[in-house]
């Protein structure tokens, strides 16, 4: 039982590139998130999704875009990446909407 | 989502016990209070939660005074290993969003 893990761990991009964040989780959970830190400041929801085929904006989502064609995978991505998108991104999952969400270990990314 | 004041840093001797409040005096009644922590550089990790009584699981114990407006989270016998952020946050069951704030920086000195 792996719990959720992320895919890839580090990244460095250049402005306007994209790329594809890949979450997935083993536990069977309904509900996935996407959060992100930056420096000294708490994690910001992103987006979340509430089942296979749903996503739902979060407090931040401007600039990225998900999808969640498997019940176990949720895809987080950036179409065209800015250096204010430099951060380290979390995925989480739980079972229900008011379970306790379990974290993944996080994607550093840097765009230049 | 009631807001959380949590103060920003604290210190606590190991073996003893650590208090962390947490003030959310706009809190309404079908708000839980939820304690997270997250270690250095790692995915935050659930602790407690709770509604109206106080809650004991094998981690911490979660005491909410009877107006709601105040928690503290207490971590009987910290180790040098709980050294961490611990974030309180409060939400209503049905929305799904966890909103974090800056939470406190809990130091376990030897």
């Known amino acids: 039982n792996a719990g959720v893990t992320q895919t890839p761990k580090f990244r460095v991009l250049k402005t306007g590139q994209s790329m594809t964040l890949l979450c997935a989780q083993d536990?069977?959970?309904?509900?996935m998130y996407w959060y992100r830190q930056d420096p000294g400041m708490g994690l910001r929801l992103i987006h979340y999704?509430?089942?296979?085929?749903?996503?739902a904006k979060g407090e931040v989502p401007d600039g990225y875009n998900v999808s969640r064609l498997k019940k176990q995978n949720f895809l987080l991505g950036l179409e065209s990446a800015a250096p204010s998108q430099t951060s380290v991104y979390f995925c989480?999952?739980?079972?229900?909407?008011?379970?306790?969400?379990?974290f993944g270990p996080g994607t550093r990314l840097t765009v230049l | 989502d009631a807001k959380t004041t949590q103060p920003t840093s604290m210190d606590c001797a190991e073996g003893r016990a650590a208090n962390l409040p947490c003030n959310h005096s706009?809190?309404?009644?079908?708000?839980?209070v939820y304690w997270y922590r997250q270690i250095h550089s790692q995915g935050p990790q659930y602790i407690i939660h709770?509604?109206?009584n106080n809650e004991t699981n094998e981690m911490a114990s979660l005491i909410i005074t009877e107006d709601r407006k105040s928690s503290t989270l207490i971590l009987p016998h910290a180790t040098l290993r709980d050294t961490a952020v611990y974030y309180c946050?409060?939400?209503?069951?049905?929305?799904?969003?966890?909103?974090f704030g800056k939470g406190t920086k809990l130091t376990v000195n030897p």
């Open positions: 989480a999952s739980s079972k229900t909407g008011h379970n306790e969400q379990f």
């Open positions: 999704s509430v089942g296979e085929g749903t996503t």
């Open positions: 706009t809190i309404s009644g079908n708000e839980y």
């Open positions: 709770g509604l109206k």
């Open positions: 946050i409060v939400r209503v069951d049905l929305l799904r969003k966890l909103v």
């Open positions: 536990m069977n959970h309904e509900y």
